[in-house]
């Protein structure tokens, strides 16, 4: 029942928000480009395998360090190496994990934050207040010491961990959103009607919420990839020979000044990626909230 | 007012307590058996029994986190596990005054510039200065430091070579004898900051223009530039001292990448070399300080803002 109703409210949701007035826009705005930069690493990780020109992880030490050239358009690195396959093979790895980055911390975070505002009083406050605490640390230190307790982090742990590490966060925006709602007439009608507090919180009270979950989540999604790529530049992410790309980079960096291929492509993946996703959010961000 | 600040404070103190829990838990007991992480695994069962001695590896977690906390609030760091017979305490102090430096220089370019940016866009917010001014905020704050910090090395040590690539700072001298070694660093920390402080800046200050007091002032007659420089900006400044507070927080995250990227001998590329080598004592110190650090800026951060604005009230918070 709940999850019926759910559904329902949700396409009520979307259809307040049609998606040809998502389109219009969209058009002409930096939105626009940054939906262009996420689509086109979405096809590039999803057909990377097939069109990769070389092995992302077979040593070639004969052609180490060579230049751009044709039959390696973006130069190879220390072990011979194709560049241009290894960011293709890459991009896969970084935005699988920051989907998932996104997805579980949304659910931990309304999870926690519902349950928090929703039951209120002395369980409000110590849940958030140990929010608070785990907030108190920031987020980069916090993962990156607990990737450093996991003996050989993969996708999933580093997945995992910057998820925990962001759920306070989402947690609090979960909770804000609740609490704007809570007390609303609809509520009280569910309440007396005598429907379960679970189909209140998901029945009636989610589907507004909708709109500050979604900018939250694409939001979690860019600040995964600048976490992904930063953690993966201090080596705690993933190890070698993945081809990750903060790992590229970081094996690469002291070459800077005599291959500089080896670390500019690299960089300018994360960059790109990291604008588009921003731009982006900024772009949902602006549409939910009809500034 | 006071006792706002006194229930902040001991807030604050016991924030820190459960922090310094979570990173005990985090760094000694988790990981299972320590001598073994420390040492790898193919270190002799002599060199495990005697490194577990000497940490104090046999007894209970919670008489070791006891003892653990005893000694630093004795100001005990003790010593390092890699780097045999350095004493922690000093060798973090020197490197927290190189970290300082660095953070100081950046605060030091930013928050002008930004604050001054922000207005200007904030003023032309309908036209295309004031998108400029917004989306290059975005762009800045969205790339992390590292990234900013390869395209500065790569425009101005390869393709225009005039400022070093490397911050490591030559034996026998301290980093105030290398200055010009600070500006690429600096730079890229501030760049994120610089995105944020301009873009709330451009966003209060634009509320504010179109408040009613202001139009008032207008049409009182008074002059633009004393009615935005005088009144609006009084109003208009406060969300940015806050999001300039916070991001003392972020500063620290820009640390850590940027000095590692540079070779700066700051704490956070000592922190990155500590989790390296395992050195778990060590990192452990770094990251309480780093925590204490963050605490008190946000902490700093609060204070100021409920003194300039006389609209919030520590005590409510």
Known sequence: MVSLIMTRNVKAFLRDREPFTFIRRLGGTTGMLGLILLIFWAVISIVGPAIVPYSATELHVDVAYSPPSLGHMLGTDQYGRDMLSRIIIGSRSILTTALGIAILSLVAGIFIGFTAGYVGGFVDEVIMRFMDMFMSIPSLLLAMVMLGIVIKPGIWSVMLIIAIVYSPRTARVARSTLLEYKSREFVDAARIRGESALYIMFGEVFPNCLGPLIVEGTARFAYGIMTIASLGFLGVGLRPPTPDWGLMIAENKDLLLQAPWTVIFPAAAVASLVIGASLFTEFVDRYIRRV | ?317
């Open chain 2, 1 to 317: 007012m006071w006792i706002g600040i006194v229930k902040r404070m001991c807030f604050m103190l016991f924030t820190l307590l459960v922090a310094s829990i979570i990173v005990f838990i985090l760094l000694e007991i988790t990981p299972g058996d320590v001598a073994k992480i420390i040492l790898g695994q193919h270190a002799t069962e002599e060199a495990l029994a005697a490194l577990r001695d000497k940490m104090g590896l046999n007894r209970s977690p919670a008489i070791r986190y006891l003892s653990w906390l005893n000694q630093m609030l004795h100001g005990n760091f003790g010593s390092s596990l890699y780097m045999t017979g350095v004493k922690i305490g000093p060798l973090v102090l020197r490197r927290a005054v190189n970290s300082s430096l660095l953070a100081l220089a950046s605060l030091v370019f930013f928050v002008p510039l930004s604050l001054w940016l922000g207005t200007i866009a904030a003023m032309k917010d309908d036209t295309w200065i004031g998108s400029l001014i917004s989306i290059s905020g975005l762009l800045a704050l969205s790339i992390p430091s590292f990234i900013t910090g390869i395209g500065l090395i790569f425009m101005f040590s390869l393709v225009f070579p005039i400022l070093p690539a490397s911050s490591n700072v030559p034996p026998g001298t301290t980093i105030f004898q290398n200055l010009e070694r600070l500006v690429l660093p600096a730079v890229s920390v501030s760049l994120v900051m610089f995105g944020y402080v301009t873009r709330m800046t451009q966003s209060s200050m634009v509320s504010v223009l179109r408040s009613d007091y202001v139009r008032a002032a207008f049409l009182k007659g008074l002059p633009r530039k004393y009615v935005i420089y005088v009144h609006a900006l009084k109003n208009g400044l406060l969300p940015s001292i806050t999001v300039i507070g916070m991001n003392i927080g972020w500063l620290f995250g820009g640390l850590i990448v940027v000095e590692s990227l540079f070779g700066y001998p700051g704490i956070g590329q000592l922190l990155v070399l500590g989790l390296q080598s395992r050195d778990i004592p060590l990192v452990e110190v770094i990251m309480l300080l780093i925590i204490a650090l963050y605490m008190l800026a946000n902490f700093l951060t609060d204070l100021v803002y409920s003194l300039l604005d006389p609209r919030i009230n520590m005590r409510r918070q």
